[in-house]
């Protein structure tokens, strides 16, 4: 086995693959709201047991996943070529 290849001795690095973040961003956010309605609706147990923080850790998330969902779009919207781009 070698553990180092020539530049010519190397092949293409591969094309990148095309993922959609929205879909991840998405999943991830209506996990995060599951998650808030439930500490929501066991607040007091919670509280109980001293982990009071969980609605606000629930409610962050889904802050996060929405503003990250916006980024995306609005870059999605930067990059498409618009109609003076298209050929």
Partial sequence: MR??????????????????????????TIGWLLALVLAAAFAEPL???GFSWF???????????????LVVQLRRRRDRPGPSDRR
């Avoid at 591969?14 to 929205?22: F, K």
């Fill in 47 to 49: 509280a109980e047991a």
């Fill in 55 to 69: 609605v606000t850790a629930a409610a962050v998330g889904v802050g996060l996943g929405l503003v990250g969902l």
């Fill in 3 to 28: 553990l180092w290849l020539s530049e010519s001795e190397r092949r293409p690095d591969p094309a990148p693959a095309r993922a959609d973040a929205r879909k991840a961003l998405l999943a991830g």
